[in-house]
């Protein structure tokens, strides 16, 4: 069975602040991971995938297999960042399902 | 930039009612989702869609639920008998390939069953 858990409901930080937003998976092929967003009154949006090895915002999240993590950094944090954060993981295959962590509130504070 | 879109926003129904809750989905996107999220809980898969047919359930998918694409565009999700702890926020989501792309997804029907 697949999940991710996401230990920190919520995290506050001040603005300029490094943040590191935590997620664990378990998964038992080869993970595919992303991170979701989503602003205040706005849908949930694709913020990065492992698989791009990309930068999004000032955000970066690097695949560990052998912690079977995949955190979500960023050095300077910004009010904007404010936001839920979900980790998600995809099942692979002919379905490619999200499978969703609980998600974590960051609150950046002025 | 095309999004997907959702009706309603916010559904209320009694107990025992059906519910339709309908997803226009990106129009050159084959793969088609719903998700739920129950207040203060995790996003949750529902069912994914597929050519025409369901390529995957989960076990909250019972036989209450059914997905339907009627037309080209269209891609709607239905109760058939509600119950209390159906009442949740309900997404819709579509990817235009399997892997390594994203799931773009609705902004949600809120479904308030009485």
């Known amino acids: 069975a697949q999940r991710v858990t996401q230990p920190e409901k919520l995290l506050s930080v001040f603005k300029g602040a490094p943040v590191e937003l935590k997620c664990n998976y378990s998964y038992s092929g080869s993970p595919e991971l992303f991170w979701y967003v989503q602003y205040s009154r706005q849908r949930l949006q694709l913020l990065l995938r492992?698989?791009s090895r990309e930068s999004i915002k000032g955000f970066t999240a690097d695949l560990n297999k052998g912690e079977t993590s995949f955190h979500l950094k960023k050095p300077f944090a910004q009010e904007e960042d404010s936001a839920m954060y979900y980790c998600a993981l995809g099942s692979g295959g002919s379905n490619y399902k999200l499978t969703f962590g609980k998600g974590t509130l960051l609150t950046v504070n002025p | 930039e095309p999004e997907v879109t959702q009706t309603p926003s916010h559904q209320v129904t009694q107990m025992g009612q059906e519910v339709i809750l309908r997803c226009v989905p990106i129009?050159?996107?084959?793969?088609f989702y719903w998700y739920r999220q129950i207040l203060g809980q995790k996003v949750e898969f529902l069912v994914s869609?597929?050519?025409?047919?369901?390529?995957?359930k989960s076990e909250i998918f019972d036989d209450q639920f059914s997905v339907e694409r009627p037309d080209g565009s269209n891609f709607t999700l239905k109760i058939r008998s509600t119950k209390l702890e159906d009442s949740a926020m309900y997404f819709c989501?579509?990817?235009?390939?399997?892997?390594?792309?994203?799931?773009?997804f609705g902004p949600g029907t809120r479904l308030t069953v009485l």
């Open positions: 869609f597929y050519n025409n047919e369901i390529s995957e």
């Open positions: 989501a579509s990817g235009r390939e399997l892997a390594y792309n994203e799931q773009f």
């Open positions: 129009s050159n996107h084959l793969y």
């Open positions: 492992h698989i």
